[in-house]
């Protein structure tokens, strides 16, 4: 293909962005993996301000129990529906590690909900002051703005809906609507729930801010949804692994590591 | 440019290895659990300077109690001492104050339930994760220690309890917690003897157990039998000022 096909390089992403992409990415890894130990310690889910132990309040439960034969089963129930998961939930492991999940999605791989616990809350604190970095940055080089989608973005929601399906990506300046709405639900609710949710299961903060306990439902609510938030991410990154490779893995890794981005070339006004 | 090539190698090789790459932080004086530690003392401050002193745990109504209050941990301790005292019904129980305070003191049982008492319905919250609401009743911190008087240079005080957490040639480890005094004079710390209208069950901290109601559960020690007041609770235990502090868990527990 002729070098004049290609589209110029424009810079994209500004040394802001770029950086706290990647703080994130890190923060994100290692709090859910120690998320996933803290779970483990309790591994249900209750909605309400108290877990029901005398009554059944719980929405998910993973456990183990006894099978016919010698082995021990895994088990996981969502809303009362109880499905087996030896191997991955519940029981885990060459040894059948009793546990909700296996020592190869814990931080650390041992039980220790003591050291969970520490590296959790540091890359919470590391999570929150690179967003309000960011959130700064953004502010002021503009690129909150570029986030948030305008009315003629909705307009063309349909269009652009068709044209991910059928995997027609348009490399252009901006961000197309569904680029802007994942990454607005990500970093505009998606993760100030995270940080509410868990400030909600702290009895210090319950002190402070009653209000946001009521706001949640209680703290066991506040739990819920920071799991199901959680869930909720880990779908974005599959999301956002795949258009990476279906859009251009080369291009749209340069653009998150040197903020340069080739754009599509002009073409009659059809571009955005 | 090579730098975030660097970091993005790096997170590479971070999954690779998957889960363990973190082990090292289990080491508790290991330079890895350090770095993530540091972070402890922010944590503490930031509760600190947004609950100040007397901010309220949220109360309860009765119709909130929906189920007995889950016991852990010590549920039924079987150390002599505290087996004489439970079968007599605790008649022969005392709390001792002492340490750093003008008038050392023992107070018998119903000498503490002669005293003003408070109850509060509040939400238990366990550091595994659950919650349990229940109605306490008992008598506040403060006034306890009004009557002891700590001295001024007193800053922590340490419950000493009569269940033993493990067993070894070296010796008993008995539970131990510790409070400073911002949390011993908040008007919901207790020291409870009535659990949801009744005595308190043994399998809930008979005779009686603290109630810290801005920390997590395993701050409030059950079957305590001596409050000490003292400057530092280096010499307690492994020095960390608590039974799970010492193996790993925050002093300040409000979170």
Known sequence: ????????????????????????????????????????????????????????????????????????????????????????????????????????????????????????????????????????????????????????????????VADHARLRFHHTRNYNVLQKLAYASVLFVALPLMILTGLSMSPSFNAVAPWLLDLFGGRQTARTIHFLMMVGLIGFFVVHMVMILAAGPINELRSILTGWYRIDPEKGGDDV | MYNRRG??????????????????????????????????????????????????????????????????????????????????????????????????????????????????????????????IAKWTGVPLSAVLNEARPKTTARFAVFHCYDVLERSLSGEVKYYESIDLIDAYHPQTILAYGLNGADLPVANGAPLRLRVERQLGYKMAKYVHTIELVDSFATYGLGKGSYWADRGYEWYAGI
């Open chain 1, 1 to 160: 293909m002729p070098e004049t096909d290609k589209g110029p390089l424009i810079y994209r992403q500004s040394r802001w962005t770029r950086a706290t992409h990647w703080v994130w990415a890190v923060c994100l890894f290692f709090l859910m993996l120690t998320g996933l130990q803290i779970f483990n310690a309790f591994p249900s889910l209750h909605i309400g301000a108290e877990s029901g132990f005398d009554y059944d309040n719980a929405i998910l439960e993973i456990g183990a129990r006894q099978g016919t034969d010698e082995n021990l089963v895994g088990f996981t129930r969502v809303f009362g529906l109880e499905i087996e998961t030896t191997g991955l939930l519940g029981v885990s492991g060459p040894d059948q590690d009793v546990q909700a999940f296996p020592a190869a999605l814990t931080i650390p791989s041992n039980r220790s909900l003591a050291t969970g616990r520490v590296i959790h809350f540091f890359f919470a604190w590391v999570l929150v002051g690179t967003l309000a970095i960011w959130a700064v940055a953004s502010a002021l080089n503009g690129h909150l703005r570029t986030l948030v989608p305008t009315l003629a973005d909705l307009r063309g929601l349909p269009q652009d």
């Open chain 2, 7 to 132: 970091l993005l190698l790096g997170a590479a090789a971070l999954g690779l290895s998957g889960c363990k790459v973190l082990d090292g932080a289990n080491e508790k004086d290991s330079a890895l659990r350090g770095v993530f530690e540091s972070v402890s003392n922010l944590t503490y401050r930031a509760q600190r300077l947004l609950g100040g002193g007397h901010t309220l745990a949220p109360e309860y109504t009765e119709a909130d109690i929906r189920q007995g209050q889950r016991p852990n941990g010590s549920v039924d301790p079987d150390g002599e001492d505290y087996l004489t005292l439970s079968q007599s019904g605790f008649a022969g129980y005392g709390l001792t104050v002492t340490g750093l305070v003008e008038r050392p003191l023992t107070i018998p049982l119903a000498g503490l339930k002669a005293m003003p008492s408070r109850t509060q319905i509040t939400r238990h919250d366990c550091v595994e994760g659950w919650s349990c």
